[in-house]
């Protein structure tokens, strides 16, 4: 494996490598391209045969890769993409970036990282490198993927190398990609994490890869740092709905906290929890922690705090109607973005459509505006009083579709949205994102989370 090893490590040096990304999503996609603009060859696999053209026409469909960057690398034969994961045979390494979502009863499913290695391993050549960045629960790349991979008679660390490397992709952000965030890598052996720290030297600084012991160390660091920012938003969300109860404005407590230039990091309250990272991850790991007979106390408190949101939301926007003599029942509500968080069109998750979905449930006529996420599906029925699922479609955004309307609930604050303007023309706004504190407001009309 050695031989193999220095071969991996010359050919990521002279940019000789063949990388394969399979599932070419939010996550995949990207990387592809940033593989493909670092100068090596890239194949990219999924099994969604329509994303598969678009790609080959040079055509985006992930709003942080825009087509112009595309194009160019499938016209120049640097990126291209299939179905058949027989292209791997050639590849000398590949990264599986596929969902990692949880069951309705909020169990890991690894169903879709189990399909991709079982079709992957037919194919992993001798030497190449396989590494795992789908987010998951410690011990998914040496429990789950490596047996599979081994099955047709490999030896993980004989034939072939195996590597997690968490994703830290985040969508939106103008600012950090894949080719400035720091990747942490953790190999099942020493070579294994040597090849997979030259394989991502082609995309940041030998001196932004941070070496850790194992996969298991790895894949727990992608948790925590989620968790982190699962918990610390459920404390602000907690001390939002005390500090109602208290009438003491949370968002000016915020800034005002904000000012201290250390120990202190800023959290904001909101509607919810949104996408398929925050509140998903953490139950990954409360999983995991069972079979260990550990109970993750912080982690279900935060996700029980963060759920109940949508609901305090609708409660909110209940409480200022009853003020003016409306009920909620038959009330005319505009919720203004459901993207699960500002400029971007992934509505997975997203808080605001459980804030429909309620306000739905308690009688009300709910309509939704996003520039960016054209309609949604609501989730089907879960309880007896819950609607059955169904299609919305984004209704233009028009002063007479705010005037109409007993209240406009702010969900998500994209940069779109002409926030004087709507504070002007909605007759009751329900701000669930604190940014109206920003602008002046003569009127009695603006209610804050
Ligand atoms: N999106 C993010 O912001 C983000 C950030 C960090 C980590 N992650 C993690 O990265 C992983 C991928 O997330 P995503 O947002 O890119 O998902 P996504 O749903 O946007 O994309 C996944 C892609 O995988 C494809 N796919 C599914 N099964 C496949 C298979 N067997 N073979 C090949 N392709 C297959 C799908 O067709 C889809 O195109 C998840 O584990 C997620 O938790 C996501």
Redesign the pocket.
Known sequence: MGEARADFLEKARTKRLTVAI???????LPLAVEFARAGVQVRG????PH?IQTINRGESYIPDVPSADLLPLVQAGRLSAGTAYEACAQADAMVI????PFTRMKAPDLS?IE??CR?LAPHVGRGALVVL????YPGTTEELVRPILESPGRQAGRDFLLAFS??????GNKQYGAHNTPKVVGGIDGPSCDAACALFALLVPPDQIHRVSGPRVAEMC?LLENIFRSVNIALVNELAKLCDRMQIDIWEVIDAAATKPFGFMPFYPGPGVG???IP??PYYLSWKAREYDFYTKFIELAAEVNSSMPFFTVNRIAEALNRQGKPLQGARILVLGVAFKRDID?PRNAPALEVMKTLLGRGAEVSYHDPHVPEVRLDAARGPGDPPGRRLVSVPLTEDTLAVQDCVCLAVAHSAFDIPWVLKHSPLLMDATGVTRRFPQDRGTVIRL
């Open positions: 399979i599932g070419l999503g939010y996550v995949g696999i999924d099994v969604d994303r970036c596929v969902p990692t879709y399909a991709a079709s960045q789908s987010t998951t968490p994703e830290r992709i985040d969508p992608k996408g398929h990272c998903v991850d992934d």
